[in-house]
């Protein structure tokens, strides 16, 4: 079972290659992994192979998978202090993606909400969307993982993969860590400015309801201008009754470093006006050192594969065992 928040944890999480990464990913889970970077042992990889499972272009995600590095080492990852890697670089994580297809359920995969909701009316669906939570729970389960930074959509996958190494234990013999989830107390599912019923996305959502990491200040300023609120000026934080205002002040908290009462109390007969000018302004701030170091870091591609490539050296060797244990419990003959 997982051991206890003790700083000898390891602490694995992914982050998909292709899409501009906004404001709800750095929320949800950038902001975490930075944090959990000393909790023990850190790997962060980007999930390349998760990208082709949805409509994609190539030289979109050769060029996004580099842009992401830069961005990851420039909210603060630090190559001294955690492991980041693409997932193609170690082909572990292909394999114990089929290895433990063998131990997932048909019906379990079919009731994923993401795998719905990504499916829903597209003309073509790949069978890479279906078994997407399988190569996810290899991509962590390889690693021994305690705990899994994430926001809250990515709930159900994360059980999911608990509840395959828990079969693949009672079938095969002790072989993985059950991993458990964590989800940042304030800010773990950032909602869409214009629709703030939705979940803010580059995918699904709406571009002017959605903040890029690297918008330029006034784009972002104006974003958080035209966001709609909901009726009556009262600044109260209430998700289901109030669902616009409510994502607006958890973004202040956030940003700004204040409790959500904090919040409450400094706009306390102030109205929507003031609120949304200065989240704006506190995201612009927030950004600001993140733009400025990602210019730096994607400047130098060269030192990027490096790194990458030191990465998947550490990772490769950390997910062999696990692997191998995984291959003889089966029954396989080894080479
Ligand atoms: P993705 O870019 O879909 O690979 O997501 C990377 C991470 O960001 C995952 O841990 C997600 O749960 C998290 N995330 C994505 N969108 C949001 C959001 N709107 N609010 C909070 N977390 C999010
Ligand atoms: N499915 C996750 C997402 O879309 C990305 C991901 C892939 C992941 N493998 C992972 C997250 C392993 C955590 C752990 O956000």
Redesign the pocket.
């Known amino acids: 079972m997982s051991k206890a928040f003790s700083g000898s944890n390891v602490v694995?999480?992914?982050?998909?290659a292709t899409g501009a990464k906004q404001l709800g990913n750095y929320i949800g889970?950038m902001r975490q992994y930075v944090a959990t970077q000393d909790e023990g042992e850190a790997f962060f990889?980007i999930?390349d192979l998760?990208s082709i499972t949805a409509d994609y272009d190539p030289q979109d995600l050769h060029d996004r998978t580099l842009d992401l590095a830069a961005l990851l080492y420039a909210v603060g990852l630090d190559p001294k202090r955690c492991t980041l890697f693409l997932q193609s670089h170690v082909t572990a994580h292909a394999e114990s993606a089929w290895l433990l297809s063998a131990v997932t359920g048909f019906g379990q995969l079919g009731r994923m909400t993401?795998f719905k909701e990504k499916g829903e009316g597209k003309e073509f669906v790949s069978a890479g969307l279906f078994t997407?939570p399988v190569?996810?729970a290899g991509?962590?389960l390889l690693y021994q993982t305690d705990i899994?930074p994430?926001?809250d959509?990515?709930r159900q996958?994360?059980e999911l993969a608990r509840d395959i190494a828990q079969r693949f234990n009672a079938r095969y013999g002790e072989t993985f860590t059950i991993p458990r989830g964590v989800f940042p107390q304030v800010g773990a599912r950032i909602m869409d400015l214009q629709e703030p019923t939705k979940k803010m996305s580059t995918s699904a959502g709406t571009p002017q309801g959605t903040v890029l990491i690297l918008d330029e200040p006034d784009t972002i300023r104006k974003k958080f201008k035209t966001a709609v609120t909901d009726s009556g000026r009262e600044v109260r934080y209430a998700p289901d009754e109030k669902p616009g205002v409510s994502n607006l002040i958890e973004i202040l908290s956030v940003a700004s470093g204040t409790s959500i009462p904090e919040v409450e109390a400094a706009y306390d007969g102030r109205g929507y006006g003031d609120l949304k000018g200065d989240v704006g302004e506190a995201v612009v701030t927030l950004f600001a050192p993140v733009k400025e170091r990602y210019a730096e870091l994607r400047a130098d591609d060269g030192e990027l594969r490096r790194l990458l490539s030191v990465g998947a050296e550490k990772a490769r060797e950390t997910a062999k065992p696990t692997l191998e244990s995984m291959y003889e419990r089966m029954g396989f003959v080894l080479r």
């Open positions: 694995f999480s992914g982050i998909q889970a990889c999930v998760h993401q997407y190569l996810m991509d962590i899994v994430v926001g959509d990515q996958h994360v």
